[in-house]
């Protein structure tokens, strides 16, 4: 997806439905939103989103907004939890959830749907490259 990504915003208004979300994180591609529109909050359904976990949100990331997500058929959810320094990499397989991957510490990873780009996982928890 990363080459046909066009938008990637964050914490866009999106409305879906009955439902107005909040992600922390969120991309298109162009095929799909060819451009921003001028209104304040977007109706089209990302292609991914990232959900930065907290023990404040992460129940409702973690269900009333996925299933929004499954609902409208977003393709890849990541979540990032900070305090326990992992990524959880999601992907919507007929109308379920598979974890594609799960990444902890600070390694350099490949994480769908932009796994032709290496990320290094501890630019996430804001620290220097570990020592090799």
């Known amino acids: 997806m990363s080459p046909r ?4 915003l964050d914490e ?5 439905g009955p439902d107005v979300i909040v992600p922390d994180l969120a991309g298109w591609r162009r095929t799909h939103l060819p451009q921003l529109p001028d209104a304040a909050a977007i109706a089209v359904a990302p292609d991914w989103v990232c959900e930065i976990l ?3 949100t992460e129940a409702l ?3 009333p907004k996925l299933r929004i997500y499954t609902r409208e058929g977003v393709a890849h959810v990541w ?3 900070p305090r326990t320094h992992t990524l959880e990499v999601l992907r919507l397989s007929n109308g379920s959830w598979v974890v594609e991957a799960s990444h902890d510490g600070d390694a350099s990873v490949t994480a ?4 032709a780009v290496p990320l290094d ?4 928890w804001g620290r220097d490259a570990p020592e090799k």
Do not use: A, G, K, Q
């Open 121 to 124: 996982l501890f630019r996430l």
């Open 12 to 16: 866009p208004e999106i409305h879906l």
């Open 61 to 63: 990331d973690r269900v």
């Open 112 to 115: 769908e749907p932009f796994d």
């Open 5 to 8: 990504v066009r938008w990637i």
């Open 79 to 81: 979540f990032i939890n």
């Open 54 to 56: 907290s023990p404040s």
